[in-house]
């Protein structure tokens, strides 16, 4: 890797110059499907019944999948951006078209993963119930309650930390399988997961600035953190690299032919100067 966070995050302002509107526009699609699908959850399943519940959870899975689908097809966009390519909206069903097989079954594993983790959550919020009605008890029984909450979350990062790069890998590589990206994934994040992990937690500033001016902040610092995970993405495939060796070729094959064009010149008007010196003696 040639970049560090300061780096990546230059990187991600440059390449998202002049581009923030659609970056926005687009970045907004998969939450807003997340929003329609549990607005229609309510509305198919209603009721308090264990089945109503069920059915409900099943389609925002659902729903949950496909949004997957068409952040994968961000993914994609923000790396025709960064790599100087054309993009479009219809970059966000790119994965519809070319195949979205990957996406889903590694959005399947990343899913049971947290499935697994929030076991001891579900059961405690089902199963077990105040000893009493008085705060007290309602205090003490939510206590465990969310500090099961809390060490899912923080072991979901974790075990889902070397997967972080899958996403990007189906967006450059739509018909490999989930499994596939997901284990090239942790093969790339050796060694980089730390630094990943700190580039993320630098972010938080910014969120909590967003949250004080009542989330407005968000439609650009979510982009923000998207285009600098692509950099990320970027640099730990040695895509930048490769890139600035690239550039590195073409500076030392102009800089000669400068030097030469200059001394040409050069000589060209010491003849002119010498002849018209000639002349006017």
């Not at 594993?109 to 009605?133: C, G, K, R």
């Not at 102009?254 to 002349?279: F, H, M, V």
């Amino acid at each position: 890797m040639i970049g560090n966070r300061r780096y990546w995050k230059a990187c991600a302002k440059q390449f998202l110059s002049g581009k923030w509107g659609i970056a926005i526009l687009a970045m907004m699609a998969a939450p807003a499907l997340n929003t329609i699908g549990t607005m229609a959850a309510i509305k198919l399943f209603p009721g308090d019944s264990f089945l109503a519940w069920l059915l409900g959870e099943a389609f925002l899975f659902i729903v949950s999948l496909l949004s997957m689908v068409i952040s994968t097809g961000y993914n994609f966009m923000l790396l025709n951006m960064a790599r100087g390519r054309e993009y479009r909206f219809g970059n966000l069903i790119y994965m519809f078209k070319k195949g979205s097989d990957g996406v889903l079954s590694a959005a399947l594993i990343m899913a049971l993963i947290d499935t697994v983790l929030m076991i001891p959550f579900y059961y405690m919020v089902n199963m077990t119930a105040p000893a009493a009605e008085t705060m007290e008890a309602v205090l003490e029984w939510s206590q465990p309650i969310m500090y099961s909450a809390l060490a899912a979350t923080v072991l979901g990062v974790v075990i889902k930390l070397p997967f972080a790069m899958a996403f990007y890998i189906l967006a450059d590589n739509p018909q490999m399988k989930g499994r596939e990206a997901l284990k090239k994934s942790a093969s790339l994040m050796k060694g980089h997961m730390m630094q990943y992990l700190v580039l993320q937690i630098s972010f938080i500033p910014l969120m909590f600035l967003s949250i004080l001016f009542l989330y407005v902040g968000l439609l650009w610092v979510m982009p923000y953190i998207y285009a600098t995970n692509t950099i990320f993405y970027m640099d730990v495939t040695g895509e930048l690299k490769e890139t600035h060796k690239k550039h590195m070729h073409e500076v030392a094959d102009w800089i000669p032919k400068e030097l030469e064009d200059t001394a040409a010149d050069k000589e060209l008007q010491e003849q002119r100067t010498g002849d018209d010196y000639n002349s006017e003696a």
